[in-house]
């Protein structure tokens, strides 16, 4: 079975819904932070978005025609999987609508050969898959920010009673890296069903 990896830019104070001006992927990256994104899309054939994050990843990144971080080479080619339920064409490359129960397209796609699918961004999708248990593993980077608001990874209500700490870095920038996966068994209690 496939791992399936939630990647989020966070807050200090757990937000992941970015209502400031906090994150800027036309910033000029740091190096390590870009080898170790770098190091995920060689790890990962899949990439998993709901559908205003394709939306928005669609409306940036193909127009950054003088990209040197690769970001845009690696989502042109990357396999792309969209879930909606009102999308038909996603006008982007190697795209692909997944529309019914989210939970059950997402389980599918994890039994397909192949490598991580990685999901970032996506609220709504990353709530579902977290409440439904699929979630192998957490990669957060944590800016040093506070937002005081906005939605977080983990929905109210739902626990998960250990993670495993698998990697742990800081950045010059000042942003902070840990990868997490849950304790095996202990996927997470409380919520139940799609958000």
């Not at 699918?117 to 944590?142: K, M, N, P, Q």
Request: charged share 25%; glycine share 10%; aromatic share 8%.
């Amino acid at each position: 079975m496939r791992t399936l990896v939630i990647t989020q830019n966070v807050t200090l104070d757990g937000a992941i819904e970015m209502l400031d001006d906090w994150f800027d992927p036309s910033g000029e990256p740091d190096p390590e932070y870009l080898a170790l994104t770098h190091r995920q899309d060689r790890e990962a054939d899949a990439c998993l978005l709901g559908r205003r994050t394709f939306e928005d990843f669609r409306g940036y990144w193909p127009l950054q025609s003088d990209d040197t971080t690769g970001i845009t080479d690696y989502l042109d080619r990357v396999q792309k999987y969209v879930v909606s339920s009102t999308m038909t064409d996603p006008q982007w490359q190697h795209s692909t609508v997944l529309t019914g129960d989210p939970v059950e397209q997402v389980r599918a796609l994890k039994d397909r050969p192949g490598k991580d699918i990685v999901c970032t961004g996506s609220i709504t999708l990353a709530h579902a898959l977290v409440t439904a248990g699929l979630v192998d593993e957490y990669r957060l980077f944590t800016h040093p920010v506070v937002q005081g608001r906005g939605r977080r990874l983990f929905p109210d209500g739902h626990a998960i009673p250990e993670l495993r700490l698998l990697d742990a870095r800081s950045f010059g920038s000042g942003v902070t890296y840990a990868a997490y996966r849950p304790a095996r068994g202990r996927e997470g209690r409380g919520h139940t069903g799609v958000t």
